[in-house]
């Protein structure tokens, strides 16, 4: 079936420092969503993004994150400065954009962001 | 608040006995999908189920939009289907919500 790939599948970085976090969507896909899963728990959405833009965003989605997708690129999840609550497993999902017959979510093996 | 609610929390189960998980949702959802993740695992989805029931395999599921539920049914438990499953609805702009999952456990 459709594929969502994430790279890496593993980060460790120190505190403060800066991470991107990639994902490549299912190729006709248009929506993109960020969640966060701290071990065990639930999904959290952090933010869906859709035509270069932000549509949502959570209040998890805090101001040292950001989202882009350069034509032809991965979908990026960037945060700066890193602190130690952004520790958790990342997952990218995509959707068609035929809203009303097939809005599937397909979902990347997340990474799992350690900062230490 | 918590839009999707699902219920057990968790539940143990022998091997070969049905399973049967609720999701429960406060806001109007216009499209649903439950997923299965093991431990350390991505999330694979099951079902896509906005309404009606759908069938894969072992799994049924019966979404009463009206309502705001949807289950989960299992039939014939094996050892591999241990792991959460979550319910999951899309609200606003195209936005999923997820449930806190049901933890399943089958033993032998």
């Known amino acids: 079936g459709p594929k969502v790939l994430q790279i890496p599948s593993h980060q460790i970085i120190d505190m403060g420092q800066m991470v991107t976090l990639n994902c490549d969507p299912v190729?006709?896909?248009?929506?993109f969503y960020w969640y966060k899963q701290i071990l065990g728990q639930q999904m959290e959405f952090l933010v869906n993004?859709?035509?270069?833009?932000?549509?949502?965003k959570s209040k998890l989605f805090k101001d040292q994150f950001s989202v882009e997708r350069p034509d032809g690129s991965y979908f990026t999840l960037k945060i700066q400065p890193t602190a130690l609550e952004d520790s958790a497993v990342y997952f990218c999902?995509?959707?068609?954009?035929?809203?009303?017959?097939?809005?599937?979510?397909?979902f990347g093996h997340g990474t799992k962001l350690s900062v230490l | 608040g918590q839009q999707v609610q699902q219920s057990p929390a968790s539940l143990v189960l022998q091997e070969g006995e049905n399973a049967e998980l609720q999701c429960n949702f406060s806001?109007?959802?216009?499209?649903l999908q439950w997923f299965y993740q093991r431990p350390g695992g991505s999330l694979v989805s099951l079902l896509y189920?906005?309404?009606g029931t759908k069938h894969t395999g072992r799994l049924t599921s019966t979404t009463v939009t009206k309502e705001r539920r949807s289950s989960l049914h299992i039939s014939s438990s094996q050892i591999t289907d241990s792991g959460t499953y979550f319910c999951?609805?899309?609200?606003?702009?195209?936005?999923?919500?997820f449930g806190k999952g049901t933890s399943l456990t089958v033993i032998p």
């Open positions: 999902a995509s959707s068609p954009r035929d809203r009303g017959s097939n809005e599937r979510l397909f």
């Open positions: 806001s109007t959802a216009t499209q």
């Open positions: 993004f859709y035509n270069g833009k932000v549509m949502e």
């Open positions: 190729s006709n896909h248009l929506y």
């Open positions: 189920n906005p309404s």
């Open positions: 999951a609805i899309i609200t606003g702009y195209q936005n999923f919500y």
